[in-house]
């Protein structure tokens, strides 16, 4: 086969940014997404958060420290000036969403 066309199949079964951005603008199905996710080792501690829901609100956390919530409109929820310990740092958001809890975790390493 093919390698190069097993790549490309390959890379389109991952889902990008984008595909949640649709999701939480016209699914009905609770969606919460924290963006930029694949990008886990960081080389500079100050980063934003930025999440895709059809939620109301979001709640984050950084290594469970609350960061505080979030409303948008536009289902872009965003916390600028975050700053990234060395290590590990476990980012969690939450939401209720037609009365479910969704969660959403990632890890970011900060060499």
Known sequence: ??????????IRQIRKDAFYFYKANWATT????????RWTERTTAATEL????NAATVTATLNGASLGSR????HIFKWTGVTLAKGANVVKVTATI?????TDTVTWTLS
């Open 1 to 10: 086969p093919n390698m190069a066309f097993l790549a490309v199949q390959l």
């Open 30 to 37: 609770p969606t919460l997404y924290i963006t930029s996710r």
């Open 50 to 53: 930025k999440v895709y829901s």
């Open 71 to 74: 409303s948008a409109g536009d």
């Open 98 to 102: 037609n009365g479910q809890t969704v």
